[in-house]
């Protein structure tokens, strides 16, 4: 399960985060994860309460949210969603994408307790 080692650098990005500051505790964390990641928001809970436990995350709620696919056509510049993972420009049918979103694992927010 991927999942973990994905939650693992949350929680870097987070002790990092956090060590600039007093908090009691962390009430909300907010992630932005790209369809590509292949992360299963599922998996991803269970992970992130594992990796809670004992901290001053422990007990607070996780939120995902699912970012699809999107792609810049090589040829034209088209910029289109990615419909079913068919990787072709819909305007001139050009197989040379860009991804420019779907991989992110991005640490969006952080609501704290003081």
């Known amino acids: 399960m991927h999942e973990m080692s994905l939650m693992g650098g949350v929680f870097e990005a987070i002790e990092g985060t956090l060590a600039h500051y007093h908090v009691k505790k962390v009430l909300l964390v907010k ?34 949210e699912l970012l699809p696919v999107r792609g810049r056509c090589r040829s034209c510049g ?31 927010s952080l609501e704290v307790e003081e």
Do not use: H
Request: charged letters at 20%; glycine letters at 10%.
């Open 31 to 64: 992630l932005k994860i790209g369809q590509l990641t292949n992360a299963e928001p599922e998996a991803l809970q269970m992970a992130f309460a594992a990796f809670a436990k004992g901290t001053v995350c422990e007990g607070a709620e996780l939120q995902i």
């Open 78 to 108: 088209e910029e289109f969603m990615v419909p079913g993972l068919v990787f072709a420009c819909p305007a001139c049918q050009y197989l040379g994408i860009d991804i420019i979103q779907g991989e992110e694992l991005l640490l969006e």
